[in-house]
């Protein structure tokens, strides 16, 4: 039970009835509600613009820094463009949600913004005229209704206290009939005062009860005065839940894309694309581009030259890396010979792929600085500066004396960058200078 005071009135409410005095405020206060709570769904819409806008932003990074991975590596024919479908479905989605985040902040942002400006009026003095509005017209509605029930508590007040006064008078009169030390004349003022409390009784009760008549009289006007100012309230109220209503059925079409033409569209193509992809036309074009289909420069007899010696030993050596038989080379593990492939990075050529993959940053090609566009593993390496510190791929013997010889794992300096035939030129560690392999190995990073 709440117990609330109205100084407007000066009468103690001891029930928690909206008809008791000052107990309207509640209805007041809704007022003031609506307008914070316009700007709660403001804020909730903001939000969400900025979650979308954000994951658009993911979105397209992501399809960017992929679709540069899958062109720059090993893939290729149908299932790369069905791969790269991927990434375009991603720039689609976020060219759809960042189109939401424009219909949240344009249109719903901005008309619950232009709602709450018309429906609220602030007033220089602080709040909001239809807060006063209400107050005044409850307080005034309450006023006289109150007026009488103020001339009732007093009237009870008065009352219970004669009868108290009367209570004490009738004790003290039947304690002096006992009492052989007063004398006549004491006794009669004993009885005249119990005589004037029960006047007092049935005067106080009688106004009392007048008051509370007139109370009874006066209620019903003011039922129908204060039921007149809570419909008031209410209308205002309705405008407001009303107005809620439909701007979130519009935020609702706007953040569903299951209806949107353009959104079923981009699956629709997303698989044709990847139903395209045709591992017997891969395979054809790979045979063809880079296996036997391929045309070849067969030997034929050649006349020894001395100025040409140099360079006829190291074309040999050029083939051989490129899948003819070199001879002298071991491999370690499972790990095969290099391939020469038109489309194939410096990643395919200078890193060995681990055999699992892991979600895990320590095991991910793709982790770290990569995942931010800062470095990408399948970029062309850069023109390498003289003394660089390279790590065996594979294990090669030299077949001249002017070759180095290694094991898979071995560090070794490269003090030339790679010729046109594919060789660089290193020194080991125990200070021996030659030539190997350029695709045998490996910057350390």
Known sequence: MSVT????????????????????????????????LCNDLMNCVHERARIEKAYAQQLTEWARRWKQLVEKGPQYGTVEKAWNAIMSEAEKVSELHLEVKASLMNEDFEKIKNWQ????????????????????????????????????????????????????????????????????EQLRKLQDKVDKCKQDVLKTKEKYEKSLKELDQGTPQYMENMEQVFEQCQQFEEKRLRFFREVLLEVQKHLDLSNSPSYKNIYRELEQNIQAADAVEDLRWFRANHGPGMSMNWPQFEEWSADLNRTLSRREKKKASDGVTLTGISQTGDQALPHKHSSVSSYEKTQSYPTEWSDEEANNPFSSTDANGDSNPFD???????????????????QEHDELSFKAGDELTKIEDEDEQGWCKGRLDSGHVGLYPANYVEAIQ
């Open 117 to 184: 400006k018309e429906a609220f009026h602030k007033q220089m003095m602080g709040g909001f005229k239809e807060t006063r509005e209400a107050e005044d017209g409850f307080r005034k509605a309450q006023k006289p209704w109150a007026k009488k029930l103020k001339e009732v508590e007093a009237s009870k007040k008065a009352y219970h206290a004669a009868c108290k006064e009367e209570k004490l008078a009738v004790s003290r009169e039947s304690n002096s009939k006992a009492d052989p030390a007063l004398n006549p």
């Open 5 to 36: 005071y109205d100084d407007s009135v000066g009468v103690e409410v001891s029930s928690d009835s909206f008809w008791e005095v000052g107990n309207y405020k509640r209805t007041v206060k809704r007022i003031d509600d609506g307008h914070r």
């Open 380 to 398: 062309e390496d850069a023109t390498s500066a003289t003394e660089v510190r390279v790590r065996a791929l594979y294990d090669y013997e030299g």
